[in-house]
């Protein structure tokens, strides 16, 4: 497709299960990230990946969270033993090289919403 | 953590009034970005400005920024009912796009 999509589009699920979040960028971008928007505040970063590494997972809260992106196109993002507190929109954004070769627009892509009752 | 607060939260306007939103940051910047985000949608990028700049137009956007005060402002000239939607600034310390510090937001009402 033209855009980063996102699967599914949204997601409930039970307090203390595991839920998995996929991302599609944009064909051929290097670069992807996730957010995290919880209601009424701007996106928080997670992690980037450069490629099949992630470069850069600083914004991980914990250990529940761990995402992969095996073939350097799609990502999945999980998080294990959900709790109330990750209910939140889930966003991914894909670049063409990650700003190495200068500053590098982000494509934002339509976001999961995750509920956890 | 949220690098940028923007201000107003809210702000609701008249079809074909002026629309200026701010946004106030913490540490030192190398660029600053604005995107607005319509409801239940992603993010889509709007416009960049670098440290080095002062001024920069786009169609009916004019974002200023002040390094001095950490602040930058976005005006939205002849607002149209299709403006609506949250506006947000979002800075980028290493200058690499890598990762982006979101504020929390603006809401924009234009009313028809």
């Known amino acids: 497709g033209a855009g980063v999509s996102q699967t599914p589009s949204n997601k409930v699920t039970e307090k203390g299960k595991y839920v998995e979040l996929r991302c599609d960028p944009i064909?051929?971008?290097?670069?992807l990230y996730w957010y995290r928007q919880s209601l009424g505040q701007g996106p928080e970063f997670l992690i980037y990946f450069q490629g099949t590494g992630a470069a850069d997972d600083s914004g991980l809260p914990n250990d529940r969270f761990f995402a992969v992106r095996p073939e350097g196109s799609v990502s999945t993002l999980k998080i294990q033993r959900t709790e109330r507190g990750d209910s939140a929109v889930y966003l991914c954004?894909?670049?063409?090289?990650?700003?190495?070769?200068?500053?590098?627009?982000?494509?934002f892509g339509p976001g999961t919403r995750l509920t956890v009752l | 953590s949220q690098q940028g607060e923007e201000d107003p939260q809210a702000l609701s306007i008249q079809e074909g009034e002026n629309a200026t939103m701010n946004c106030s940051y913490k540490t030192s910047i190398n660029n600053l970005q604005w995107y607005r985000q319509n409801s239940g949608r992603g993010l889509v990028h709007l416009i960049l400005i670098r440290s080095n700049e002062r001024e920069k137009h786009s169609g009916r956007l004019r974002v200023t920024l002040d390094t001095s005060k950490k602040s930058s402002s976005l005006l939205i000239t002849a607002s149209r009912a299709a403006d609506t939607a949250s506006y947000f600034c979002a800075t980028d310390p290493s200058g690499s796009a890598r990762q982006l510090t979101f504020g929390s937001g603006t809401q924009l009402t234009v009313l028809p």
């Open positions: 954004a894909s670049s063409l090289s990650g700003g190495l070769a200068g500053y590098d627009e982000q494509f």
């Open positions: 064909s051929g971008h290097t670069a």
